[in-house]
């Protein structure tokens, strides 16, 4: 029985995993223009009742915004679990770091899930109640999820300053990304300019390393 083909296909499979993070990126793209540039988002500072009108005139970009998340987090946890079996192998004993930077990237996409979850929480009772949501209550939601969003900054910050300490005690990657991996996950940590480091820096960051670890990825014989 001829069990060479199964074992190409996983091989082209394994070649394939890393550039799971490239579409999580894409995905997250597309549902920050549908949940954010198409809906009529409310501004930090706009009354209560703005938040109280987008819950009710916006479900529609909410929920688009949130199933493309939902399968951008798919991807997302593909690429961590593909990181994560780098890192592991190149660390190599236990594991230690590669299992922190693992469970970093695994809180970073579950809060992230729980920051747009608040959003769709507020649409479902919206259109499970008669009477309008109340101003405070729409604004409670809103700001909840900033909080989960927020928390989601740190949980990342774990991951690569994990991956940073493991790339620059191998030859993994090349030696300068570790140096811009820890200097990203220091940005993390940083109030007030967190944010920008991690809508914009962080997707990036997220898209070298699919790239590289695929080229190290294609150069590895079939087995």
Request: avoid cysteine; aromatic fraction near 14%.
């Amino acid at each position: 029985m001829d069990t060479t083909a199964p074992a190409v296909r996983t091989w082209r499979w394994e070649r394939l995993a890393p550039l799971s993070g490239i579409a999580a990126v894409l995905l997250f793209i597309a549902a920050f223009f549908v949940h954010d540039v198409i809906g009529d988002t409310p501004g930090s500072d706009a009354p209560a009742s703005d938040y109280t009108r987008y819950y009710e005139e916006e479900d529609g970009s909410i929920w688009g915004g949130s199933i493309l998340i939902s399968f951008a987090i798919v991807f997302f946890f593909w690429f961590v679990g593909t990181l994560r079996a780098a890192l592991h192998a190149a660390e190599g004993g236990l594991g230690r770091l590669a299992a922190t930077a693992h469970a970093g990237g695994i809180a970073t996409a579950v809060l992230v899930l729980a920051s747009i979850a608040t959003q769709v929480s507020a649409v479902l009772l919206v259109d499970a109640r008669e009477d309008p949501i109340a101003p405070d209550t729409a604004v409670a939601y809103w700001f909840m999820g900033d909080g989960f969003f927020l928390a989601a900054f740190y949980a990342a910050a774990v991951l690569l300053a994990a991956t940073g300490l493991i790339l620059l005690r191998s030859r993994m990657l090349p030696r300068w990304f570790g140096w811009v991996t820890l200097a990203l996950a220091l940005v993390l940590l940083i109030p007030f300019v967190n944010w920008a480091a991690f809508a914009f820096v962080f997707p990036i960051w997220i898209i070298a390393a699919s790239l590289m670890l695929w080229q190290a990825t294609s150069r590895m014989p079939a087995v």
